[in-house]
């Protein structure tokens, strides 16, 4: 397949590159750097030399619907996307630009280069917004009801999608994902915690939880994750659906899990919660399983080993 992945050079979408290259796909990455970085793709350069190709393009720009019509890609993966809720709250108009107008940019290219179908990366943590403990985890059928910028923004480019099927008879899947964590994430994604705890504790740094470390979120491994793009390729047409683990995993759990990874016994220091977090989230991964025949399989203490591997392999 002929494949060309938006925000390759990021946290997710290079682990997605690393796994369509060695399934034999010729990929196409898409970025503009200002959060992904080329040397998250040293490797797959290293590796696939003549089935990767590497374009300093943003999906805003007039630019990008020409190199989709150019590449002519048989799946669009669209990872690309200003992923930082607080910048969405500063500066929304900014991540309207990327969050919406690149996501119709990328469709209007797709429309001309005839693309099959879309894969995207939706956001489960702030689609659903504030949903009630009862109803955790959170099924697809639950109202979508994002509380931040970057919820609605996120949330808006699937009406798109289901316009362009409808329309044009582009296909696609929106996979709503919990918060993925794994080498190369970036401390300030929605997993972000993952890489502060496990940076600080290596460099024996106390750590701070906001809160009394009771919240709890659904920490799913970037490997899973990458396996469900790359299913999605050929089902689970026209749906969204939730990739998480279904398992609710408190920050104090969290917390010691890589305490015992990196071998300390410092406690962490609280501090007053944020304003805006949610206690609880945690996403049913059942329409997955139907739909995709996937599941994730990473238990938490293996997932945070390979972060910690990781960080204290590149310091
Ligand atoms: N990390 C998570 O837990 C999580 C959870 C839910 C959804 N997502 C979504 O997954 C996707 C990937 O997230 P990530 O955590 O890997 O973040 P990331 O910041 O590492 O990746 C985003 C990539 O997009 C690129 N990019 C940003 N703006 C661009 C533009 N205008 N033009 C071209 N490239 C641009 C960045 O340089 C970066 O390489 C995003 O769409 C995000 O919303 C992530």
């Known amino acids: 397949m002929k494949a060309l992945v938006t925000g390759g050079a990021g946290f997710i979408g290079s682990h997605l590159v690393d796994r369509l290259l060695a399934e034999g796909n010729s990929v196409d990455v898409v970025d503009n750097f200002s959060t992904g970085s080329l040397s998250n793709l040293s490797q797959a350069r290293i590796d696939y030399p003549h089935q990767v190709r590497i374009a300093d393009i943003d999906i805003r720009s007039e630019e990008f619907p020409l190199h989709i019509a150019r590449a002519k890609p048989e799946v669009i993966f669209h990872m690309a996307a200003q992923a930082d809720v607080r910048v969405s709250i500063e500066r929304p108009v900014f991540d309207a630009g990327i969050n919406i107008l690149g996501t119709v940019n990328l469709l209007e290219g797709a429309r001309i280069a005839k693309v099959r179908?879309?894969?995207?990366?939706?956001?489960?943590?702030?689609?659903?917004?504030?949903v009630a403990n009862e109803k955790l985890p959170i099924s697809e059928s639950e109202p979508q009801r994002p509380l931040?910028?970057?919820?609605?923004?996120?949330?808006?480019?699937?009406?798109?999608?289901?316009?362009?099927?409808?329309?044009?008879?582009?296909?696609?899947?929106?996979?709503?994902?919990?918060n993925v964590y794994g080498p190369r994430q970036d401390p300030h994604g929605e997993a972000g915690v993952v890489a502060i705890f496990a940076g600080n504790l290596i460099k024996k740094t106390p750590c701070i939880i906001f809160g009394d470390?009771?919240?709890?979120?659904?920490?799913v491994f970037v490997d899973d994750v990458v396996d469900a793009f790359?299913?999605?390729?050929?089902?689970?047409?026209?749906?969204?659906?939730?990739i998480g683990t279904g398992v609710e995993t408190s920050v104090n759990q969290l917390?010691?899990?890589i305490c015992k990874v990196c071998n300390v016994t410092t406690p962490a220091s609280y501090q007053p919660a944020r304003q805006g977090e949610l206690e609880r989230?945690?996403?049913?991964?059942?329409?997955?399983?139907?739909?995709?025949?996937w599941k994730s399989w990473t238990a938490i203490g293996d997932g945070v080993s390979q972060v910690v591997n990781h960080l204290a392999s590149s310091k």
């Open 281 to 293: 989230s945690c996403l049913n991964p059942r329409k997955a399983k139907k739909y995709l025949n």
């Open 213 to 219: 470390g009771s919240q709890t979120r659904d920490f």
């Open 148 to 178: 931040s910028q970057y919820g609605v923004s996120k949330k808006v480019a699937l009406d798109y999608f289901g316009a362009y099927k409808a329309l044009y008879g582009i296909e696609f899947s929106a996979l709503a994902l919990a």
């Open 255 to 257: 917390y010691e899990a």
């Open 230 to 242: 790359s299913k999605a390729a050929t089902r689970g047409d026209g749906e969204v659906i939730n």
């Open 117 to 130: 179908k879309i894969v995207y990366a939706a956001s489960g943590g702030t689609l659903y917004g504030d």
